[in-house]
């Protein structure tokens, strides 16, 4: 086979740390190679290099055999490697057309004809996206479906996608498996970042998996399972922590005192007449397709998102009747949403480890002096860096600088210095490794345990499954089913989903 991308010693330092070590990597001509590994493996770091994103610290980049270094990504692009990047590179100003064929412009333009081409080109890969949208007004899922057809449509020869399915619907994903298949008898070579093993293991011709920076392990993906891949990524096996269903009703907590009432509860034409119950000592899960209403209700709850003003239901806190406005007030009544777009909206990322975790003390209230204590910010994040396990160069190192993993860590801990009550999460292990998956769930788990009223919000059905003492099944704005862990299978929950 004809090796079209390479590197040799590749190696990347910052701060004299290395996040790659004298790695050695071959993509061939027409494959999809899958590229595993934990939170701050050094998978993003690697594709970045080859993508011109960012430049290697020592070490070789080879195409087609001939050594390169891309200054830019418009360099490696000219070159015919494109990557789809796992934080979403648009211009939130523009609509989809424009961004779809940004930098590409003939000199005399006319919109309604790029409308139609880009209309065409949606319909061709089955991405159901209005070419005319601002995307500031997309989700997440749309937007990484841009994020893909553009890549596609530059007619790259080595795309690069990292985390492509993170934000996607089942039925998304199919097409989008279909599109990567379609891309690779044309020749396209592929280099595939996931956290889903199944995808890895399903979908690819071969696999490297890298750990702490260094490359561990490469062959064809027949020669690996689940197992092999878990024990090599993070140096032990985890199929006895990792989804493993509860079944028996001893392993269930008990509910605690009632927290939270939600009576027909409306906003739009998005959440209708909602009503449930949240308990104290619990873990509610929360499932439902994108669309459903699942996130704009919990929304509403912690005061993110306005309830119709009239009709629009009623919400008691520990028996008392609350209407937030602005998130402030339900923070300081205890309500806390840990939000599914971290990047957007779970921390400042200029900032440190410390400081966003100050600003959650600061922003609940909670601080002892009416001034920012230097000495309370150290202690504090000293504190919630061991008990969380954010895994950083120091306390000063920058939040945009961690792994997603370390990243989703700081934000579950800026919003645990605020004594919740009531913590909602949603999509908490959304574009996270397995063992990261592991301490996250144990983190769940604890705050159970300690008596806290906790949802999970998750499309990932064996989450669901596997932390929940109670599930919720969402459909068109309001939750339609209850089900037991003891009598939820993975069937039932997608058939009160979808019908």
């Known amino acids: 086979m004809t090796v079209i991308l390479e590197t040799r010693k590749l190696t990347k330092a910052y701060r004299g740390v290395p996040a790659i070590k004298d790695i050695d990597f071959e993509l061939q001509a027409g494959e999809i190679h899958a590229l595993v590994g934990e939170n701050g493996a050094g998978k993003s770091t690697l594709t970045k290099i080859m993508a011109g994103a960012i430049i290697a ?27 789809v990047f796992q934080e979403t590179s648009l211009v939130p100003s523009m609509t989809v057309a424009q961004n779809l064929y940004l930098g590409q412009e003939k000199f005399l333009n006319r919109l309604r004809g790029i409308y139609i081409s880009a209309q065409q080109f949606l319909q061709s890969l089955n991405f159901t996206v209005d070419p005319t949208a601002i995307v500031s007004t997309l989700g997440a899922a749309k937007k990484q479906m841009v994020e893909i057809a553009r890549a596609v449509q530059h007619k790259a020869e080595v795309i690069i996608f990292d985390e492509p399915t993170a934000t996607l619907t089942p039925e998304e994903k199919r097409h989008f498996f279909a599109l990567m298949r379609r891309l690779k008898q044309r020749g396209v070579s592929i280099v595939f970042i996931t956290h889903a093993l199944e995808e890895a293991l399903a979908h690819s011709d071969r696999i490297t998996i890298l750990r702490d920076g260094e490359k561990v392990q490469n062959g064809p993906t027949a020669s690996f399972d689940r197992d092999t891949v878990i024990r090599h990524m993070v140096g032990r096996t985890l199929s006895g922590e990792l989804y ?247 069937e039932k929950i997608m058939y009160a989903a979808v019908h």
């Open 57 to 83: 610290s020592s070490g070789k980049l080879l195409h087609r055999g001939q050594e390169v270094s891309f200054a830019s990504p418009s360099e490696a692009l000219n070159a015919g490697i494109a990557m």
């Open 244 to 490: 493993r269903n509860r079944r028996g009703a001893a392993d269930v907590r008990k509910a605690g005192k009632k927290i939270l009432s939600v009576q027909d509860i409306s906003m739009g034409n998005i959440v209708r007449n909602n009503s449930f119950s949240i308990y104290e000592g619990q873990i509610t899960g929360v499932f439902g397709l994108i669309g459903s209403g699942r996130t704009e209700t919990f929304k509403v709850v912690s005061g993110i998102y306005k309830r119709n003003f009239l009709r629009g239901g009623d919400i008691e806190l520990d028996g008392k009747p609350v209407r937030y406005y602005v998130p402030a007030p339900a923070v300081k009544d205890g309500i806390l949403y840990v939000t599914e777009d971290r990047k957007a909206e779970g921390f400042f990322e200029t900032m440190s480890i410390a400081e966003n975790l100050y600003s959650g003390l600061l922003a609940a209230g909670l601080e002892r002096v009416p001034y920012v204590s230097m000495r309370e910010m150290r202690e504090l994040s000293q504190y919630w860096s061991k008990s969380l396990n954010v895994r950083a160069i120091n306390d000063n190192a920058r939040v945009i600088e961690l792994s997603g993993g370390n990243q989703q860590k700081v934000v579950i801990g800026k919003s645990l210095v605020q004594k919740p009550k009531l913590v909602i999460f949603d999509e908490p292990t959304r574009g996270v490794d397995v063992g990261a998956i592991a301490e996250i769930h144990q983190i769940i788990n604890k705050l159970a345990d300690d008596g806290l009223a906790v949802v999970v919000i998750s499309s990932y059905l064996p989450e669901i499954m596997n932390l929940s003492d109670r599930i919720l099944v969402c459909r068109q704005g309001r939750i339609v089913e209850e089900l037991s862990p003891q009598d939820a299978t993975e």
